[in-house]
């Protein structure tokens, strides 16, 4: 029988809502206000969490921001040993990047590989004057040498872990568990 | 779940509903690829694939083509004339010979039947079927039913007629392996000289008459007659094919709803199909040309990915 795993409760609701009004302040501080302001989210979870942030920036500063999504499975390098992933989500990029400050909003920033295949997908859209990065949890072990400019929560884990990301749109609540 | 089309693709008779489906729900993100400005995308990378057509083709090359720089593979055109194959050299030899250069992939069109399932038994690299003889032309059927579920939302429980020489087409026969596999109705409607025998066994209706086929059909497609089939005797000549046989304006209207009009090109206009419903609102010519690359796409990605054996390991370390 396999071990049984156990569950940490990392960010509750009303947790995971601070960390959020957080990020959306840091992002506008980062960008030195919205003017050339795109926020992407990565699909799936980042796609949810870019377009909260967004909100939050839109409420409190009285703009629009324009978003996008980012499928990044064509993009990865490991179709060989991975497979091909028979379900790819939709890529939407509303406005041309080029002179953008573009900030990337992922749930769980890992190995960076997302990242890097995130990078090379922009890269094909358009020259943004400024890339950043925005996730909700780093939990270290990074492969590449990538960091995030704005973290809702840093969690140490070890290979095998799970950051487990559930978003109210998608699964019912807002809640970010360790499984180990 | 499926989510595995195995080494080759050499036709639709012996895949799943499943499998098809599969396809064309990967088909989907393909087509925003083809919209972006830089219409490429990573993915095959360092592949190699050879396009080897041993018949005319200008649609089916340029789209599989397509199809793969679009993935960034890296491809190699080989047609019949001006090859070793006009020098006698067999196609198995062609192909290991091709092999020996490390290929990843062939696409295979061939004037005999089997050739693509032939090919695929004897070579390492995935082989997919371009059109084969009369037998099969998958990836034809496969963009069919996308534009299908395109236009209509769905394929399950539509009536859709396949018009004209259903005998020689492997258009057609494709098209009837997916289309009933998905749950649709299908018909045939052409002289009795170009159908073929045992249709009923599929499940498939015959219409003698172009009028009783508009009066059933929510989709009609209408295959190319061949003007060679002509020579043969097969029908007397085109301007009485197009008088009896011939899509017109008048004939359609004449139906209870509006009916798809599809054509796996080229057209002869005026024979099969009159200009006014080749351009007409309901025609979706060129939709099935832009899902085309779409689909090919789709099917080389999922080929060209998935070797069960890597996968367990690198899913162990993998988020």
Redesign the interface.
């Known amino acids: 029988m396999p071990p049984k795993s156990e569950r940490t409760i990392l960010l509750d609701a009303r947790a995971m809502s601070r960390a959020l009004q957080r990020m959306a302040v840091e992002v506008t501080e980062l960008a030195h206000g919205t003017a050339d302001l795109v926020l992407i989210g990565i699909q799936r979870r980042g796609v949810e969490l870019a377009e909260r942030i967004a909100k939050m920036i839109e409420k409190e500063e009285g703009v629009t921001l324009p978003r996008g999504a980012l499928d990044i499975t064509l993009y990865r390098d490991d179709l060989e040993t991975v497979g091909p992933k028979p379900v790819i989500g939709e890529t939407r990029l509303p406005v041309d990047l080029t002179g953008k400050h573009a900030v990337i909003v992922d749930d769980v920033l890992y190995t960076g590989r997302t990242v890097r295949a995130a990078l090379d997908e922009l890269a094909d859209f358009g020259r943004p004057q400024r890339i950043s990065l925005c996730v909700l949890v780093d939990r270290g072990g990074r492969e590449l040498p990538i960091q995030a400019d704005i973290v809702g929560q840093a969690v140490k884990t070890v290979p095998g872990d799970r950051v487990d990301v559930q978003v109210e749109e998608l699964d019912g609540r807002d809640q970010v568990e360790l499984v180990r | ?1 499926t ?2 089309l195995g080494k080759d693709l050499t036709g639709l008779e012996h895949l799943t509903p499943e499998q098809i489906r ?1 396809i064309l ?2 088909a ?3 087509k ?2 083809s919209e ?3 219409k ?5 990378r360092g592949k190699t694939i050879v396009n080897l057509f041993f018949e005319a083709s200008t649609r089916t090359r340029i789209s599989f083509e397509f199809a793969e720089k679009r ?1 960034s593979a890296d491809t190699v055109n080989v047609a019949a004339t001006g090859s070793s194959v006009s020098k006698g050299e067999t196609l198995v030899d062609t192909a290991k010979n091709l092999e020996a250069m490390r290929i990843d992939m062939v696409v295979i069109r061939h004037p005999s039947s089997g050739v693509a399932a032939f090919l695929g038994q004897r070579i390492r690299s995935n082989v997919i079927n371009a059109g084969d003889g009369k037998h099969e032309h998958p990836t034809q059927a496969l963009l069919d039913l996308l534009t299908i579920r395109d236009k209509h939302g769905k394929i399950e429980g539509l009536k859709v007629c396949l018009v004209g020489d259903v005998l020689h087409s492997r258009v057609a026969r494709s098209n009837i392996w997916g289309l009933t596999k998905l749950g649709a109705q299908v018909g045939v409607c052409g002289p009795h000289t170009l159908m073929p025998r045992g249709l009923e066994e599929l499940g498939v209706k015959f219409f003698p008459r172009i009028e009783e086929a508009i009066e059933w059909a929510d989709v009609l497609n209408i295959l190319r007659l061949q003007l060679e089939r002509m020579e043969k005797g097969f029908i007397p000549s085109l301007r009485e094919y197009y008088r009896v046989w011939g899509v017109t304006p008048e004939r359609l209207e004449r139906a209870p709803r509006a009916i798809t009009i599809m054509h796996p090109g080229p057209m002869n206009r005026g024979v099969e199909i009159d200009s006014r419903v080749a351009d007409g609102p309901h025609s979706v010519i060129l939709d099935q040309v832009t899902n085309g690359v779409a689909v090919r796409m789709a099917v080389l ?2 080929l ?5 054996e ?2 367990d ?3 162990r ?3």
């Open positions: 779940m989510a595995n599969l729900d990967t989907e993100p393909f925003e690829v972006r400005p830089i490429k995308v990573p993915a095959l993935l990605y999922l060209a990915g998935g070797r069960p890597l996968a390991a690198a899913k370390g993998a988020e």
